[in-house]
């Protein structure tokens, strides 16, 4: 079965930069566009970044020039490096499979808490 699982979170100074990485099985990965979130408690989910299956790339403006989504398919893994990082980029932050046999898929998320 799809299974993502996120890692790479923690506590970060502003400015600081950390590297998440979402590792996939149960499919094919290499042939599917995957997205990173983020999600702080009280508020909507938030979208941050995408990419399809030839390394195209997308980022919301809150990210752009900050962020980079990147993917290893021999490693059936995806990463989001994060520069520059302020603290109102703490958030759980969590993968997302967004349409695999018309069924999106979550991993569970990881912490990110950028404070001083």
């Known amino acids: 079965q799809v299974q993502l699982v996120e890692s790479g979170g923690g506590l970060v100074q502003p400015g600081g930069s950390l590297r998440l990485s979402c590792a996939a099985s149960g499919f094919t990965f290499s042939g599917y566009t995957m997205m990173w979130y983020r999600q702080v408690p009280g508020k909507q989910r938030e979208w941050v970044a995408v990419?399809?299956?030839?390394?195209?790339?997308m980022y919301a403006d809150s990210v752009k020039g900050r962020f980079t989504i990147s993917r290893d398919n021999a490693k059936n893994t995806i990463y989001l490096q994060m520069n520059s990082l302020k603290p109102e980029d703490t958030a759980v932050y969590s993968c997302?499979?967004?349409?695999?046999?018309?069924?999106?898929?979550w991993g569970q998320g990881t912490q990110v808490t950028v404070s001083s």
């Open positions: 990419i399809d299956s030839g390394g195209n790339t």
């Open positions: 997302k499979l967004p349409n695999f046999g018309g069924v999106a898929y």
